[in-house]
Nanobody, 124 residues
Framework: QVQLVESGGGLVQAGGSLRLSCAVSGVIASNYVMGWFRQAPGKEREFVAYISWSGDSEYNADSVKGRFTISRDLAKITVTLQMNSLKPEDTAVYYC?????????????????WGQGTQVTVSS
């Protein structure tokens, strides 16, 4: 079983940057896909980005392309979401998730393990 702990959220002005980190522990295979999702108040959970643990595939949602970058560090066993040019509409709780199937998916139901989330607030 995989345990995920997010950190790095906070309050930032529009146009600013934040770096979210997801610490991964437990048994993780090279075919795992690691994803970031977010959920704003009153809205459904939304896909942000995923990357394969092997690093050979990644995908970003259209809403964050060119602004957010997902990466993973095999030595530190972490997954990072670098968020630049933040907008007020990026305000949400951000969740790290793990998909053991290796398919690479934007559907939250395909992810078996979730972190507790970290709050990101972007002021205008």
């Amino acid at each position: 079983q995989v345990q995920l702990v997010e950190s790095g959220g906070g309050l930032v002005q529009a146009g600013g940057s934040l770096r979210l980190s997801c610490a991964v522990s437990g048994v993780i295979a090279s075919n795992y896909v690691m994803g970031w999702f977010r959920q704003a108040p009153g809205k459904e959970r939304e896909f942000v980005a995923y990357i394969s643990w092997s690093g050979d595939s990644e995908y970003n949602a259209d809403s964050v392309k060119g602004r957010f970058t997902i990466s993973r560090d095999l030595a530190k066993i972490t997954v990072t979401l670098q968020m630049n040019s933040l907008k007020p509409e990026d305000t949400a709780v951000y969740y790290c998730a793990a998909d053991p199937s290796g398919r690479g998916s934007s559907a939250s139901g395909d992810y078996a393990s979730w972190g507790q989330g970290t709050q990101v607030t972007v002021s205008s």
